[in-house]
């Protein structure tokens, strides 16, 4: 069965500073991988997806996340962070088929002014 | 597009009484839906996938009899905690698979947020 590992609980960086959330997920032969974005008190917004194709994704917001199979890692960027981007962000992970996602535990970016 | 409703948004019951919670897709049909519960400051925890029109495959350690899942059309799925207590207290977020799989995404509804006094 899948897994996926958020290695940081809580991520704070200062507003404009550049932000990376760490992703792994363990090996399969074909998965497609995914960022949601959680607001307080909200359901879960998709951020970007890979299903294939460019291991680069750029998604909504101007994060973007890069696939790499050897390291089983997609790891979510975005180069200026702003106020409004403090949320809680789940990885999640599926097998090719009719699997359902498997998120991560989270991780609270929280930017400061 | 893509759009998953829920409803109520939010709802506060007394110890015994049971609760539904209705998730809508409004603008495709979903021949997968799925039923997740989340507590305070932590991950999605998968309850049960419902299939349109067969039985709902519940996650190990969810009780199928207190938490019924029915999935009558490809826009309707529906969760009903029976004789709720305060320890059912908790987000409940479905998503929905459209039936033309796109790369297997699922669309989230808003949640809803159950009290159980």
């Known amino acids: 069965a899948q897994s996926v590992t958020q290695l940081d609980s809580q991520v704070p960086v200062f507003e404009e500073a550049p932000v990376e959330l760490r992703c792994n997920y363990s090996s399969s032969v074909s998965v497609y991988l995914f960022w949601y974005v959680q607001y307080p008190n909200q359901g879960l917004q998709l951020l970007l997806k890979y299903l294939s194709g460019s291991t680069l994704v750029k998604g909504i917001n101007g994060f973007e996340a890069e696939f790499n199979k050897s390291q089983t890692s997609f790891h979510l960027r975005k180069p200026s962070v702003h106020i409004s981007d403090t949320a809680e962000y789940f990885c999640a992970v599926s097998d090719s088929g009719n699997t359902p996602l498997v998120f991560g535990k989270g991780t609270r970016l929280s930017v400061i002014a | 597009g893509a759009v998953v409703s829920q409803h109520p948004s939010w709802v506060i019951c007394k110890s015994g009484t049971s609760v539904k919670i209705e998730c809508r897709s409004l603008d495709f049909q979903a021949t997968t839906m799925f039923w997740y519960r989340q507590f305070p400051k932590q991950s999605l925890m998968l309850m049960a996938t419902s299939n349109e029109g067969s039985k709902a495959t519940y996650e190990q350690g969810v009780e199928k009899d207190k938490f019924l899942i029915n999935h009558a059309s490809l826009t309707l799925s529906t969760l009903t905690v029976t004789s709720a207590h305060p320890e059912d207290s908790s987000f409940y977020i479905c998503?929905?698979?459209?039936?033309?799989?796109?790369?297997?995404?699922?669309?989230f509804g808003p949640g809803t947020r159950l009290t159980v006094l």
């Open positions: 998503s929905a698979r459209a039936l033309a799989g796109r790369g297997n995404e699922q669309f």
